[in-house]
């Protein structure tokens, strides 16, 4: 692939992913205040830190990816959907990782 189509191939595919952090912020953090509400809400539940409970959703997309990779190309949900939630949930993890860099400075 050239360099100009791999380009426009990241810029709609981050449109994308973007979209899907939104739809996933409206879907399960229902706090806009909060990105995290969901990993923080699972993990006063199960007693986990939210980074352990966001492992957890992000390892079975991995799962998938995996799958797919071993020759398992029927799946319930397109492997580029998973791929893409695993972008999604990656950012947001590293976005954690600022939260507690933040809190630690503060």
């Known amino acids: 692939m050239k360099y100009s189509r791999m380009k426009t191939f990241m ?3 981050w449109k994308e992913i973007c979209d899907t952090r939104d739809a996933g912020q409206k879907e399960y953090a229902h706090d806009e205040d909060n990105v ?3 990993f923080d809400r699972t993990g ?3 007693e986990l830190h939210s980074s352990k409970v ?3 959703f992000l390892k ?3 799962d998938g990816i995996c799958a797919w990779i071993k020759g398992h190309k029927s799946q319930r ?3 580029r959907g998973r791929i893409k939630d695993a972008i ?3 950012m947001l993890l590293w976005a ?4 507690e860099s933040d809190n630690e400075s503060n």
Do not use: G, P, Q, S
């Open 54 to 56: 966001l492992m957890v």
């Open 11 to 13: 810029d709609k595919t």
């Open 36 to 38: 995290f509400a969901n």
């Open 44 to 46: 006063r539940d199960l």
């Open 88 to 90: 999604v949930y990656l």
């Open 77 to 79: 949900e397109d492997v």
């Open 96 to 99: 954690m990782i600022e939260r």
């Open 60 to 62: 079975k997309h991995f």
